[in-house]
């Protein structure tokens, strides 16, 4: 990153954020992802008011705007796919971070040739749509871990995680008669859900979410439950085998699993978190070069 004593000329990032929330990953990964540019040497700012105080994720302000516009900065408007449009308007560099398929929850399923397109997963890019990927990690390994966990050997709890799946009218298979609901409907804080997990000695899930990221990483295996709704949303899905994940529910199966799961933190810390950086590296490297590319005098 080059420096400047007398000129501001890396265009600052607007995220459009909303209130923070626990409850919702994508949320949770536009105030990450402000977050981290900010550690990165980058000038970002969400467009709401609910902050938390350990990210550093400052709220975007008309005096902030004012300052960014008579300065001649371009700046680069960062939108969920749920968002349609450009509601900021400032000017400069639009760019869509595909959260989910476009689409599928709200916004638009188009978009105009010249936004920039990323994607948090590849299975989020349509058939014929071309982006790259940013993918922000939301599990926090201070709280999602096994370490020195004094259930380990003694777990003793099943849960499963349904939540859209009963939301678009499935309904419970016997896998999970007596099992403990992890859905969001318990209104159970991180720390709440890493203590169950962590005692926890299997969880089913009946839909892609960052719960089974985090359920590895407090070393509770993953039975995934492929119902129509997993196959509509995951097509094509594949996963790291021996990392504490399986697609069926034998015993013999769900005993690899358990066999495996403490080679997912590895493969987290050591693949997920350095591609991540890598990713925003390079989200950084385009967005700056396509704002340079449309520059104005101060």
């Not at 105030?31 to 040497?41: D, F, R, T, V």
């Not at 859209?164 to 720390?191: M, P």
């Not at 709704?229 to 994940?245: E, F």
């Not at 925003?280 to 101060?298: C, G, M, W």
């Amino acid at each position: 990153m080059t420096r400047n004593f007398y000129l501001a000329d890396h265009a600052p990032y607007y995220i459009f954020a909303m209130d923070y929330i626990q409850q919702s990953a994508g949320i949770r990964a536009l105030h990450y992802l402000c977050h981290a540019l900010n550690e990165s040497g980058q000038e970002a700012y969400v467009t709401c008011e609910g902050t938390v105080p350990h990210l550093r994720t400052p709220v975007l302000t008309e005096a902030v705007l004012r300052q960014h516009h008579a300065s001649g900065r371009v700046p680069i408007m960062v939108y969920p796919e749920i968002i349609s449009g450009d509601p900021l308007g400032a000017g400069g560099v639009v760019v869509r971070w595909l959260l989910n398929r476009p689409g599928h929850i709200g916004g638009d399923a188009t978009f105009p040739k010249e936004d920039l397109i990323f994607a948090y997963d590849p299975i989020y890019l349509p058939p014929g749509m071309k982006g790259e990927m940013l993918h922000i990690p939301t599990c926090d390994l201070s709280i999602f871990n096994n370490d020195n966990n004094p259930n380990d050997d003694k777990r003793d709890l099943v849960c499963f995680y349904a939540h859209k799946y009963l939301h678009n009218g499935g309904t419970l298979t016997e896998h999970v008669k007596g099992a403990v609901s992890l859905c969001k409907d318990q209104k159970l804080t991180h720390h709440e859900i890493a203590a169950i997990l962590r005692r926890s000695r299997l969880l089913y899930v009946y839909e892609p979410t960052v719960m089974i990221a985090e359920a590895l990483l407090c070393g509770c295996p993953i039975s995934v439950i492929e119902t129509d709704y997993w196959r509509q949303n995951m097509p094509n899905y594949s996963y790291i085998k021996d990392t504490g994940l399986v697609m069926a529910d034998s015993a013999e199966s769900l005993e690899l699993a358990k066999a495996n799961i403490h080679h997912y933190r590895t493969y987290h810390e050591n693949v997920v978190l350095k591609n991540a950086w890598e990713q925003l590296d390079h989200f950084i490297e385009v967005t700056q070069n396509a704002a340079k590319s449309r520059s104005r005098p101060y």
